[in-house]
């Protein structure tokens, strides 16, 4: 689980949750899934691969290439283009968690 500062009211300290594909607020109760954090200014394609890729880096002890960074993006921007479904997503996503776990253990 990653937090982040809320993007749709005021705080100093984060109390948006992000897991998997959902984020929660504990400050204002704004809940969704994170394609809606885009249209907030408060990240972008890129930003938000980056941003999950770094939590699995964390969890995993894995170095985040800037690869899967790309190639996430890429399948983010195709969720917004309706050329690419959230399955799709999701499914690379999960064989990148294995990946990382795998690697994190060497």
């Not at 999701?90 to 060497?106: F, I, N, T």
């Given at each position: 689980m990653d937090k982040i500062l809320c993007?749709?009211?005021?705080?100093?300290?984060p109390s948006c949750h992000i897991v998997d594909d959902r984020f929660w607020c504990f400050g204002?109760?704004?809940q969704g899934h994170v394609s809606e954090l885009k249209g907030t200014g408060l990240m972008n394609a890129q930003d938000w691969?980056?941003?999950?890729l770094d939590g699995v880096s964390a969890r995993t002890k894995a170095s985040v290439e800037d690869g899967d960074v790309k190639?996430?993006?890429?399948?983010?921007?195709?969720?917004?283009?309706?050329?690419?479904t959230h399955r799709q997503l999701?499914?690379?996503?999960?064989?990148?968690?294995?990946?990382?776990?795998?690697?994190?253990?060497?």
């Open positions: 993007p749709f009211h005021e705080e100093q300290t204002c109760g704004r691969a980056r941003f999950w190639r996430i993006a890429e399948y983010w921007a195709g969720i917004q283009a309706g050329t690419t999701l499914d690379h996503m999960e064989a990148l968690v294995s990946q990382y776990e795998l690697r994190g253990r060497d």
